[in-house]
């Protein structure tokens, strides 16, 4: 019998219980749409994330922190015993002071920001395509009262209602212990390009930028909340050494982060993450398997008779076997291909839904001061590997429940078979 | 004349729950090339069964049944179904595929045996002319009165050309008008085509118009007549 033929028998057959059939179809459908939904989704997840985060960091970076339990500090100065010990490895490094305040327009609007000392030269040697100004120029040598402000800071809705603009004069304030509101008048000097989600020691949107010196005085502190170090190059080799020697120089009180480390990482709770949902979604599955194993045995009950009639007309135990197996296959076919459709669809209602106007996660805060929330716009990804695996897992799943019955319908007797009624 | 079926001390034992049942207990028999054979008896005598082992649907429990000089019980799944597709059956339930037109049915064994489309097409047009019923080939069986569906199922049967056709009972279900009309078109193919029939029945009359008649009762052919030539 030709393959050609077997499918038309098979499709005949299928056709003859149409709401059986697609109740099955639509047990495949939702398993197979599940798993490319969410699949789909994290892994748009993963790219937004990862390529945010790669703006945000520069992968020839190390961090320095103090370890928090140890109550050491590190000083801004630090940058020199880092440069020693790194020598030859190190390009340049640079102090970060971090705190939290508030920004004050001409039209004494406040927003809070993220106040951020740093050597605005070095800085950009090593954030040269993030710390970039779309407005006004960073100045190498700037004055104390200068401000780089981040795209948030500046355009916080982004529609052009500006908080504060290039050469106006902003106030920053700093709540200081005890209890007392630090400010003092700056300028804006420069408004940076928009960065997106999320950094780790590189600029961001809702920050503002002062000298290191200018924040040494207004914070009235030398301790630094992180050194920055450019690496001569990213290789691993070179990360682990510098670390190690950095980690050394200091005694063992402090964490060195390599950018490439984090990646890694949060790749692998991604990962992790899309394994455990795909799973999931598999069960989903497999439930579907056992429904079409369902329909394909009560269907060879059904049609015994006929089986028997197909061996008395001549018919082999694995023509039988393929006609079932090839209704199984349809079913899981068809369902997969549907389900791949449907759950791309699913994908693209999901991430529409909980993002707000094309953004994940940067709700909008209804409060008088800006909202400086970043919003990261996540895509569904469907790559070949999820579409055709979708597809390949839904054949695979109906051709291991639909074995069983074929091969219980191919080894029914004729005569037997015949005499059913 | 060659000699197309033979049964050699054909012995059959069914188990009926944990009871076995002998519906054959030593049969001999021996046909012939282009002959018309009857085999007449009530139910239960066994007839069904010998024509089961005839058809190589089932295998003997003891004793031998040779099909054109080839020992049945010595063929494997594969080749008792390459065995069946040299023989027609006709059924006396007709055992048509339902959702199958006429053609389609008659079709089915051709593309079993891994015929072309055009070529089924045109044989089971064909057949279905010989039979009476080029007028009905789109119909489904459910569309047909008994007789034309036991037509169909002949014409079925003849589809791949077999070395004979097996019929049990095959107007047991058919009213007497249509019955005649069905052994007509029996004896139409075995004297013109020379194609060769054994035929179960109990109807004495029916069994009447074969060449040779075997009379079984209780698992045993206990006589064999030979009707009008």
New interface residues.
């Given amino acids: 019998?030709?393959l050609t033929?077997i499918f038309s028998?098979a499709f005949?057959?299928i056709?003859?219980r149409k709401l059986r059939a697609g109740l099955t179809t639509l047990g495949v459908v939702i398993g197979i749409a599940a798993i490319v939904a969410l699949l789909s989704i994290t892994q748009g997840l993963q790219v937004a994330i990862a390529s945010q985060l790669q703006r945000g960091f520069a992968t020839d970076t190390l961090i320095v922190t103090a370890r928090s339990e140890s109550g050491f500090k590190l000083l801004v100065n630090d940058t020199q015993i880092i440069e020693e010990v790194g020598s030859g490895n190190v390009t340049v490094s640079v102090a970060v002071i971090l705190r939290t305040g508030y920004i004050k327009n001409l039209e004494n609007q406040t927003s809070r920001v993220t106040i951020v000392g740093v050597d605005y030269a070095k800085y950009r040697e090593i954030y040269s395509s993030t710390f970039a100004a779309e407005e006004g120029t960073i100045p190498q040598n700037p004055e104390n009262s200068s401000v780089v402000v981040g795209k948030r800071v500046s355009d916080p809705w982004n529609n052009g209602t500006f908080f504060c603009r290039v050469s106006e004069t902003v106030t920053i304030i700093w709540t200081s212990r005890p209890l007392k509101n630090e400010t003092y008048t700056g300028t804006v000097v420069a408004v940076l390009q928009e960065v997106g989600g999320f950094s780790f020691g590189g600029p961001s949107d809702t920050s503002i930028y002062i000298p290191i010196t200018q924040a040494q005085g207004f914070f009235g502190t030398d301790e630094c909340e992180m050194i920055i170090v450019k690496l001569k190059n990213a290789d691993e080799a070179t990360i682990d050494s510098t670390a190690k020697a950095i980690r050394e120089a200091f005694g063992g009180q402090v964490t060195v982060t390599s950018s490439t480390a984090i990646l890694n990482v949060i790749s692998s709770v991604f990962s992790t993450i899309e394994l455990f949902l795909g799973g999931i979604a598999a069960i989903s599955l497999l439930v579907a398997g056992i429904g079409i194993m369902n329909i394909m045995i009560v269907s060879m009950m059904e049609r015994t008779?006929?089986i028997?009639?197909?061996?008395?007309?001549?018919?082999?135990?694995?023509?039988v076997l393929l006609i079932f197996l090839s209704e199984a296959v349809i079913i899981g076919l068809l369902g997969a291909v549907i389900g791949v459709g449907a759950g791309w669809g699913i994908a693209q209602v999901t991430v529409r839904v909980f993002s707000t106007g094309g953004s994940f996660g940067g709700g909008i805060r209804q409060t008088n001061q800006a909202t400086l929330a970043n919003g990261i716009t996540i895509s569904p990804v469907l790559t070949p590997t999820v579409l055709f695996g979708a597809i390949a897992f839904g054949l695979i799943v109906s051709v291991l429940f639909g074995l069983y019955p074929a091969w219980r319908a191919s080894k029914l007797?004729?005569?037997e078979a015949?005499r059913y009624e | 004349m060659a000699t197309i079926v033979e049964a050699l001390n054909l012995r059959k034992v069914y188990m009926l729950g944990k009871v076995p049942v002998e519906a054959l207990r030593g049969v001999n028999l021996k046909v012939e090339e282009g002959e018309f054979l009857s085999v007449l008896g009530p139910s239960g005598s066994g007839k069904s069964t010998l024509l089961?082992l005839i058809?190589a649907?089932?295998k003997p429990t003891e004793g031998k049944i040779f099909i054109e000089g080839v020992d049945v019980s010595t063929l494997n799944?594969?080749q008792l179904?390459?065995?069946?597709?040299?023989i027609g059956?006709v059924?006396q339930f007709f055992?048509l595929?339902p959702?199958?037109t006429a053609r389609q049915n008659v079709e089915?064994?051709m593309?079993?045996?891994?015929l072309?489309k055009e070529e089924r097409r045109r044989r089971a047009e064909e057949l279905l002319k010989v039979v009476g019923l080029a007028e009905r080939m789109n119909h489904k069986p459910a569309e047909l009165s008994g007789g034309e569906q036991q037509r169909v199922a002949i014409a079925?049967a003849l589809a791949?050309n077999p070395r004979f056709l097996l019929m049990d009972e095959p107007t047991g279900n058919i009213d007497s008008k249509n019955a005649m009309e069905i052994i007509q078109l029996v004896e139409r193919l075995n004297q013109e085509k020379g194609i060769t029939i054994i035929m179960v029945t109990h109807d004495q009359r029916l069994a009447s118009e074969a060449n040779r008649t075997v009379h079984m009762l209780d698992g045993l052919i206990v006589n064999e007549t030979a009707n009008k030539p």
């Fill in positions: 019998m030709k033929d028998y005949s057959a056709k003859l008779r006929e028997g009639i197909l061996k008395a007309l001549g018919m082999k135990n694995r023509q007797k004729p005569v015949l | 089961n058809g649907l089932d799944d594969g179904a390459d065995l069946r597709r040299r059956f059924f055992n595929i959702r199958f089915l064994p593309a079993i045996a891994g072309g079925r791949n």
